[in-house]
């Protein structure tokens, strides 16, 4: 799992994903794929990639887009292999499918 396929899953999904970085800031990837760290402050000392490797958990929480969305929204805790899962089987159907176009 790397940084990218959270980028994208969050934009497939319209979730925002949490995980904390081995310095206690947390490392924020929102519905637009950006990947923020709310308290730098400075230049950073660190690689996210390389932050992303050791995180052992992460928070989702899914972005309400619309009124009908209102109420829905349930925060969840995944492991590192539960969000791997879930990046995988977020793109299954998606890399299937561009291996039946050629």
Sequence with gaps: ??????????????LRIR???SNGMECVVN???????PALRAVPTFN????????GSFVVEPVEIGEKDKGKSKTRSY????MTALTAA????????DEHDD
């Excluded at 519905?31 to 760290?37: D, K, S, T």
């Design 90 to 97: 977020g793109f299954g159907a998606e890399a299937a499918h």
């Design 48 to 55: 996210l990639e390389e932050e992303l490797r050791g995180a």
């Design 79 to 82: 492991t590192r292999d539960e």
């Design 1 to 14: 799992m790397t940084l990218s396929d959270l980028r994208k899953l969050t934009v497939k999904k319209h």
């Design 19 to 21: 995980f904390a970085l």
């Design 31 to 37: 519905e637009h794929g950006i990947a923020q760290v």
